[in-house]
């Protein structure tokens, strides 16, 4: 016999390691040989070094892919394991026979470069599809939308409140009335005319001074706002002009499609983090759809100014909200503790400079 032919059959040590009885975790050191192109696994512990533990043809046995860092898998035919850490080794063994094609994820993880750039296009994708493709998305989405949708999740919204945070109001019936007076009549200037809107008298509890509207055309007054007001009945009237804008621009709905189409992007790059868009649509969603864009606040206040001067109450009536909101409150910030209601100095001077518009122009309020 050659030499050649000699080395080729000797014993050669792969790599060490453990090795696993069939199904069993217990753990034996151990090295992995190859013998003539079959692979056997010797104990390595001393009373039992050299031990014969498994042995099998290599068409018989199967190596796990590599995948960066994590042990090596050779299962025999028993269904006997032997674990290794040296995956260079195990790799060196299979490209000597032929077989050095490493696993897809594991070859990402040694391309880097691949990797990164797959990142940045990812992140490039999402960015664009947000910038652009989903304010359209909202847009027909909202377009689309049937009545039922937002009076559902109104509904939702309002029967969670009332059951977590409002009270019943306890402003005298007479109150009530003169203000319900003072809204129907800005509100028959609104699209869709009074009947559309439903004024709704809360104690806010820990919500406190505010006041809100739901997608279906309810709002919210909570006796602390009609309290803060001090007995100025424009000012809640333009409190509730504002709120009747945020209905006519459908900002509510903008606002819950907006973030249904983010869960969306979140869900396409990372998969499922989880359910929960019928909780959105119902309970959730009319929750988050009270916090809205600056743009839409702006829209809401010019709005609000239109719906005043057209039902001959003081179009500035707004601005003494946020004059409220700086000295009773102390509010000198671009945000408020009314998170639906942020109120600045530079919201107040917008609403004074668009009644002044107005007036100058004698524009025709829309209506």
Not at 14 to 25: E, K, L, N, R
Not at 282 to 307: C, F, I
Request: include cysteine.
């Amino acid at each position: 016999m050659s030499m050649d032919s000699t080395l080729a059959s000797d014993p050669q040590t792969i790599a060490t390691g453990v090795w696993h009885p069939p199904h069993s975790s217990r753990e034996v050191p151990s090295r992995l040989m190859d013998i003539g192109g079959s692979l056997m696994v010797l104990s390595s512990e001393e009373d039992e070094e050299d031990k014969r533990l498994a042995w099998g043809i290599r068409s018989d046995i199967e190596v796990s892919p590599r995948v960066g860092s994590i042990p090596r898998r050779i299962v025999f035919g028993n269904e006997s394991v032997f674990e290794t850490c040296d995956n260079d080794a195990v790799d060196a063994y299979l490209r000597s026979r032929g077989e050095g094609r490493s696993g897809f994820v594991h070859g990402l993880e040694i391309v880097r470069p691949r990797l990164i750039a797959f990142a940045l296009a990812t992140i490039v994708l999402a960015s664009v599809i947000y910038r652009y493709a989903l304010p359209i998305l909202v847009e027909i989405a909202v377009l689309a939308t049937p009545p039922v949708v937002p009076e559902m999740m109104s509904a939702g919204t309002l029967k969670t409140l009332d059951q977590v945070t409002f009270g019943p109001s306890k402003l005298p019936a007479a109150q009530q009335t003169e203000i319900r007076n003072d809204f129907a009549t800005i509100a028959a200037n609104a699209e869709g005319g009074a009947g559309r809107y439903h004024l709704n008298f809360r104690d806010g509890g820990l919500i406190g001074p505010n006041a809100f509207a739901l997608p279906d055309g309810n709002l919210v007054l909570t006796d602390q706002l009609v309290e803060l007001a001090g007995g100025d009945k424009e000012l809640i009237a333009a409190v509730l002009g504002h709120e009747i804008g945020h209905v006519e621009y459908r900002h509510s709905l903008r606002q819950l499609y907006r973030a249904a189409g983010v869960a969306g992007l979140v869900l396409l790059i990372a998969g499922d983090v989880g359910s929960g868009i019928q909780d959105l649509l119902t309970q959730g969603g009319g929750l988050l759809a009270l916090s809205y864009s600056r743009e839409a606040e702006a829209q809401a206040d010019r709005r609000s100014v239109e719906l005043m001067q057209a039902a001959g109450m003081d179009p500035t009536a707004l601005s003494r909200f946020f004059d409220i909101l700086e000295t009773k409150l102390g509010n000198h910030s671009s945000t408020s503790m009314l998170s639906t209601h942020p109120g600045t100095p530079e919201r107040k001077q917008a609403i004074l400079g668009y009644a002044r518009e107005l007036k100058e122009k004698g524009t025709k309020p829309k209506g």
